[in-house]
Nanobody, 120 residues
Framework: QVQLVESGGGLVQPGGSLKLSCAVS????????MGWFHQAPGKQRELVAV???????YYENAVKGRFVISRDNTKNTIYLQMNNLKTEDTGVYYC??????????????WGQGTQVTVSS
């Protein structure tokens, strides 16, 4: 069973930045497509960004130019750098992994989520 542990969430003012991390128990991480999902209060979980193995990153339109997904296969960790945060970015952020390495919707394994609150 692949385990994912997110960290880095917190309270930030609009316009601020946060960097989320997701540590993955399985290696090599290069075999997995990895992604970040966002679940706003009262809404469904939605894909924010994905980094397929060996492929180009994909971003949901609302975060393009503000968020950057990256992976460090040597550390079995992926990241989500979030800049210029907006109140609508508030919610729980989940890390996900999929052994279908080129999947653009990784959803096989999930972390427990980390809360991000954007508020003044």
């Amino acid at each position: 069973q692949v385990q994912l542990v997110e960290s880095g969430g917190g309270l930030v003012q609009p316009g601020g930045s946060l960097k989320l991390s997701c540590a993955v128990s399985e290696s090599p991480l290069s075999l997995y497509s990895m992604g970040w999902f966002h679940q706003a209060p009262g809404k469904q979980r939605e894909l924010v960004a994905v980094t397929p193995s060996g492929g180009e990153e994909y971003y949901e339109n609302a975060v393009k130019g503000r968020f950057v997904i990256s992976r460090d296969n040597t550390k079995n960790t992926i990241y989500l750098q979030m800049n210029n945060l907006k109140t609508e970015d508030t919610g729980v952020y989940y890390c996900a992994a999929d052994p279908a390495s080129r999947s653009l919707f990784p959803n096989r394994y999930w972390g427990q989520g980390t809360q991000v609150t954007v508020s003044s």
